[in-house]
């Protein structure tokens, strides 16, 4: 570095350090100077810091800082009086104020990272941007050589979405502990969450080539090669490498459940389903391969074994809406529309909140053999009452109508359906039948032309894609 750019550094650096010590004098105006014995002021700290933890076990923060705030008066030049006053600070929710104390304590211990580590957690909580990257600077400046701190740092930024701040501090952290495994996995991590996927792989390949490291450090990498290859569309290499982390650490359950993804997107549901086996065989205290192993078996047409499935997921976690709506599906494609309707109404006592549970039972039931059209009605109230403007809902309510004869009815309400989402042809053909049945041909004939244009749009579209 040239004489320019060295003074410009020590400036910043000295710009910085300012601000961060800028409040012990402030606060120290606030605090009465009146001179006490040594002795009697020794032994009032240790009282004071007694009570303060005392109420700070007690969990009543509020009155552990009245005690904390005594005690930096008595001693405005301890550090550790100014940090324990901001974690009380913080704990009661005055964030502001924690600040302004971790701040001076980290004037007052320049050598202590605890300080500006809590300064961080702070500035994150206050989104105060512009303070936390002045931290990090700081940090960066006085412990340049502490790649856990960093790491540290890298971790809780990353948990709080600060991608890029993390990924800086993953750097920092790579630097200063000579680009160990674990950290240069951190730092591919970083790298791919944020986009950066020509970086993630090149660090991530570079672990997973050094035989020395330990087979889980490898198998991470090659997890995060894998993500990475897929950002970039090249999806064969992130099956390779997600292949070769499962090789590499068996236990792994992420890398199952990844590389199910990246067959499920490609629409190799079979594939997929050998993955997920192959999962549970070698975790088999693992729930988490149930669902997409369930899900893909209905995808693969494997409908009974799916059922069993899913039948076990909803025994585990009797919540799990998306668990029935898969096995709804198992039922409707083998042709058990009765057993699909028990298990929406299922979804819906459990959800009665969940989107569209009322249309999918109506569906559901409208292809049973004997439907039960009044039940069906009071489905479609229910729908309605949750979401007035759903074209569903007077799209099957038309369909009710027509079957039950009240044509009227039905008239009005496919003529909703179509006033809400005109691009629907269902509604259209359905509405023609109807008039076709009630001899308005040149009504039908305008229905049915206007499906015929909205069909005919469609595969339009299909053929450009």
């Not at 700070?56 to 930096?72: K, L, S």
């Not at 074209?391 to 004869?405: H, P, Q, S």
Request: glycine fraction near 6%; hydrophobic fraction near 45%; charged fraction near 25%.
């Amino acid at each position: 570095m040239n004489s320019t750019g060295h003074r410009n550094s020590i400036a910043a650096f000295a710009e910085i350090l300012l601000a961060v010590c800028g409040c012990a004098h402030a606060f120290a105006a606030e605090c009465s100077n009146a001179a006490i014995d040594p002795q009697k002021l020794k032994e009032r700290l240790q009282e004071l810091n007694n009570a303060a933890q005392a109420e700070m076990q007690r969990q009543r923060f509020h009155d552990a800082v009245t005690y904390f705030q005594e005690i930096a008066c008595l001693a405005p030049k301890n550090a550790q009086a100014f940090y324990n006053l901001g974690a009380a600070q913080a704990a009661s929710g005055d964030l502001a104020a924690a600040r302004r104390s971790f701040t001076t304590s980290a004037g007052l211990d320049p050598v202590n990272p605890l300080p500006m580590v809590m300064l961080v957690r702070v500035n994150v909580s206050l989104a105060g941007m512009d303070s936390l990257k002045s931290v990090l600077r700081v940090i960066a400046l006085r412990f340049p050589d502490d790649g856990e701190l960093h790491g540290l740092l890298a971790r809780f930024l990353t948990e709080k979405n600060q991608l890029d701040l993390a990924l800086a501090e993953s750097l920092r952290s790579v630097r200063a502990r000579g680009a160990d495994g674990g950290s240069k996995v951190a730092l591919a991590i970083l790298e791919n969450a944020v986009g950066a996927y020509q970086e993630a792989i090149a660090n991530a390949l570079a672990v997973t080539r050094q035989a020395n490291l330990p087979n889980p450090t490898r198998a991470a990498a090659a997890g995060v090669a894998g993500l990475s290859y897929e950002g970039l569309g090249k999806r064969d290499e992130a099956v390779v490498q997600m292949r070769e982390s499962i090789r590499l650490d068996p236990a792994r359950e992420n890398s199952y459940l990844a590389l199910a993804f990246l067959l499920e997107k490609a629409q190799k549901y079979a594939d997929a389903v050998t993955v997920l086996e192959q999962g549970r065989r070698n975790v088999p205290d693992s729930r988490a391969f149930l669902l997409p192993l369930g899900s893909d078996l209905v995808r693969a047409e494997k409908y009974d074994a799916a059922i069993d499935i899913l039948r076990e997921v909803v025994r585990q976690s009797p919540d799990e809406a998306d668990a029935y709506l898969r096995m709804a599906d198992a039922f409707r494609k083998t042709g058990s529309p009765d057993r699909e309707v028990e298990v929406l109404r299922e979804l819906s006592k459990r959800k009665p909140k969940y989107p569209m549970v009322h249309v999918l039972i109506v569906r559901a039931m409208l292809n049973c053999a004997q439907p039960d059209y009044a039940k069906a009605l009071e489905e479609l109230d229910s729908a309605e009452e949750a979401s007035p403007s759903d074209a569903d809902v007077f799209y099957l309510r038309g369909k009710v109508y027509i079957e039950t004869f009240h044509n009227e009815d039905a008239v009005a309400a496919l003529l909703r359906a179509i006033e809400l989402r005109p691009m629907d042809s269902g509604p259209y053909y359905q509405l023609g039948r109807l008039y076709q049945k009630l001899g308005k041909t040149e009504l039908a004939k305008e229905q049915f032309d206007r499906m015929k244009f909205l069909l005919e749009g469609v595969a339009a579209i299909a053929k450009e894609k």
